[in-house]
């Protein structure tokens, strides 16, 4: 089965620019999750979204974040202006949640530097 | 309220055994254990429900003590292969019911030598 798909896989930029990345979760996961993983830290949850519905965004800045999933599938993660502390890897992650505590699938990431 | 995990790194010969700890100061309901490769995504490893259970997989097994509000992983006969960072991810969500909102450890960077 096709994993989670990611992309870019790298990305670069300078501070105040804007920049989106794209996730495609395992087909028929209903819940979508963005998680921010700071060097040496452990993933941190933005934002997760049931089929095409926000169930939670509490730690997402949203003066600077946003982020949508499309049709209950795909979904972009888009960060304006951007700031040096973004830098970061950017994971995705989808879930069946068929049952109560399934387990998470991750995508590779997309690796940010703000310049 | 992140988990704490220790210790923050371990070194091993193959074939020597490790245990990594994940400690909540909340109650916990679930913990997942996951490893992540350099430039990889986190992998699933297992999952653990209140209740005290232990479970295993392959020479990796884990325990969850409610009580103690803490999950040990523990890895035995270490092959090169388990060289990577381990992450413990907790739900305390006072319902029981996860819906995926996880809260990671720092993580527990393992590597094995030959």
């Known amino acids: 089965e096709a994993g989670v798909a990611q992309s870019p896989r790298y990305k670069i930029i300078e501070k105040r620019q804007s920049v989106a990345f794209w996730c495609n979760p395992i087909s028929g996961h209903a819940t979508l999750y963005w998680y921010q993983q700071i060097l040496g830290q452990g993933p941190k949850l933005l934002i997760q979204f049931q089929n095409n519905g926000v169930v939670d965004d509490s730690q997402l800045p949203k003066d600077r974040f946003s982020a949508e999933r499309l049709k209950g599938v795909d979904s972009t993660l888009k960060i304006q202006p951007a700031k040096l502390e973004d830098s970061a890897v950017y994971l995705c992650?989808?879930?069946?949640?068929?049952?109560?505590?399934?387990?998470?699938?991750f995508g590779s990431g997309t690796q940010l530097s703000v310049l | 309220q992140q988990p704490v995990q220790s210790p923050q790194a371990v070194i091993l010969r193959e074939g020597e055994d490790a245990v990594i700890n994940c400690s909540s100061s909340k109650a916990l309901y679930s913990v997942h254990w996951y490893r992540q490769k350099h430039g990889e995504a986190p992998v699933f490893l297992m999952i653990l429900l209140k209740g005290g259970e232990q479970k295993g997989h392959d020479k990796i097994s884990a325990s969850f003590n409610e009580k103690k509000q803490q999950s040990s992983l523990y890895l035995t006969a270490s092959q090169l292969s388990y060289s990577g960072t381990y992450f413990c991810?907790?739900?305390?969500?006072?319902?029981?019911?996860?819906?995926?909102?996880?809260?990671f450890g720092q993580g527990t960077i393992l590597t094995v030598h030959p």
């Open positions: 991810g907790t739900d305390n969500n006072a319902g029981g019911t996860s819906y995926g909102k996880l809260t």
């Open positions: 992650a989808s879930s069946p949640m068929t049952a109560v505590n399934e387990k998470l699938f």
